[in-house]
């Protein structure tokens, strides 16, 4: 791993406010995500379980983290199995986790080797009646890739058909919503190097320079600060391409006269930061792209006041779409009569703004949550909203980390520019 260790009382506090909301004589049972294939013998980066990694803080392959809170033997509580390495092993993937590491890392006292569960789950499954099993229940997951999760409930179920199996997403799902002050540390350290690339890239834009220039530009500085690289594919789209959503060809020479909407964000100890920014090319916005870009940043300034305790998405959007329709009206790209005779299901300004506005951010870009859950105090969403006007080639989007607080909120990115006139004056200077 790149990045500093974290202090394992995180991971420790997790698993203690997981066993409280597990049934008696139970078992939960999480596995470490597959290392991806590609081609012949070619495999993508590892990237951990999200739920393993928040019970352990364990960023390696192989690993299955084991957890019966009330067990007679105290020992056997918490069990964290790891792979066992060898000489051949360190020669050609280098160092994996020791014993001692293992609970240097997560504070769980009992490490086996992975060699050992079988026999180890045995003995557990004795004294205990429910089995906790893990599944990837995102309401936007539409992956049909079997995970080692899905392929232990197979095993298990079949091996020991006559437990009361127990969903254990939605506890964590719950539990992972609402971050502590750790995970708050790790997510504005993701966003303060967010922040060192977005203001190299200020200095680097100019007309003439390709989409898949001011990528690189963004990466060398998010990897030289520690980081993995970026928390999901970056959108970097000139002119036209600002319009499009999920644009992340990033291949265009940018234009003179444009604007450039990027949509990226640094990953930081598994931790995941989202930014949108919006500049011109030339370092100058037009009075028209102006226009847009400040009605812009009134909704965004206008959502983030309604992220607020009590308050739930789906209110949220429908408040924050009132905002967006007096801008739309103001700037003549709808009207008062397009509002009146609007499909209920597709408001009049969904013409030009599509999106929702916010989602959880933690762990996963798109943390786990359920929309209908009221906000609480230390949830951390995303403020995104947008314009976008392909007949104009103007598509503009700002977006900032927000955490929820008990009288208001934390802005993540306070200190990456976003108002206008200082990204001119850093542009042009």
């Known amino acids: ?28 049972i999480v596995h470490a995500n597959d290392i991806m294939p590609t081609n012949a013998d070619g495999t993508m980066q590892f990237v951990q379980n999200a739920n393993l ?3 352990t803080g364990v960023d390696q392959e192989e690993t299955i983290v084991l957890i019966a809170p009330d067990f007679p033997d105290e020992k056997m509580r918490e069990i964290l199995f790891v792979r066992e390495t060898n000489e051949e092993i360190a020669v050609w993937e280098g160092h994996k986790l020791t014993k001692e590491e293992g ?23 004795a004294e205990c009646d429910h089995i906790y099993l893990d599944s990837n229940e995102h309401i936007r997951n539409a992956s049909e890739v079997e995970t080692r999760n899905a392929r232990f409930i197979k095993e298990c179920k079949d091996k020991y058909p006559l437990y009361q199996y127990e969903r254990l997403s939605p506890i964590l799902t719950d539990l992972r919503c609402v971050k502590s002050q750790f995970e708050i540390d790790l997510l504005k350290h ?3 190097i967010t922040e060192k690339g977005f203001r190299r890239v200020l200095e680097f834009v100019r007309p003439g320079v390709m989409e898949y220039e001011v990528e690189a530009e963004y990466l060398h500085e998010f990897v030289r600060n520690r980081s993995k690289g970026f928390a999901y594919t970056p959108i970097v789209g000139g002119g036209g391409n600002s319009c499009v959503l999920h644009y992340i ?28 920014r919006t500049i011109p090319v030339n370092g100058k916005f037009t009075e028209r792209q102006r226009a847009v870009y400040d009605a812009v940043l009134r909704v965004k300034n206008g959502a983030t006041k309604l992220l607020k305790p009590g308050n739930r998405i789906p209110e949220y959007h429908t408040e924050v779409g009132k905002l ?14 397009d509002i009146k005779n609007e499909n209920p299901d597709w408001p009049a300004y969904k013409r030009y703004f599509m999106h929702g506005t916010s989602h959880h951010i933690g762990i996963d870009v798109h943390d786990v949550a359920s929309i209908y859950k009221e906000f609480e105090s230390g949830m951390v969403f995303t403020v995104e909203p947008g314009i976008y006007i392909p007949e104009e080639n103007i598509g503009i989007r700002l977006e900032d980390d927000i955490v929820v607080t008990k009288n208001g909120h934390i ?3 306070e200190n990456i520019p976003i108002e206008a006139e200082e990204i001119e004056e850093i542009m042009n200077k």
Do not use: H
Not at 1 to 25: G, T, V
Not at 253 to 274: I, P
């Open 1 to 28: 791993m790149r990045y500093d260790p974290i202090d394992n009382q995180l991971f420790i506090q997790n698993r203690e406010k997981l066993a409280k909301r597990m049934k008696p004589r139970s078992v939960a």
């Open 53 to 55: 990694f928040y019970l």
């Open 103 to 125: 609970t240097e890392a997560t504070g769980i006292k009992n490490i086996k080797w992975t060699s050992e569960f079988e026999k180890t789950l045995y003995t557990i499954l």
């Open 190 to 192: 993701a966003c303060e």
């Open 249 to 276: 060809e990033n291949r265009m020479q940018l234009k003179d006269g444009d604007v450039l909407l990027m949509d990226v964000g640094a990953e930081y100890a598994n931790y995941s930061s989202d930014m949108t």
């Open 324 to 337: 967006m329709e007096k801008e739309l009206v103001d700037l003549g790209l709808i009207t008062t009569d």
């Open 411 to 413: 802005n993540l990115m």
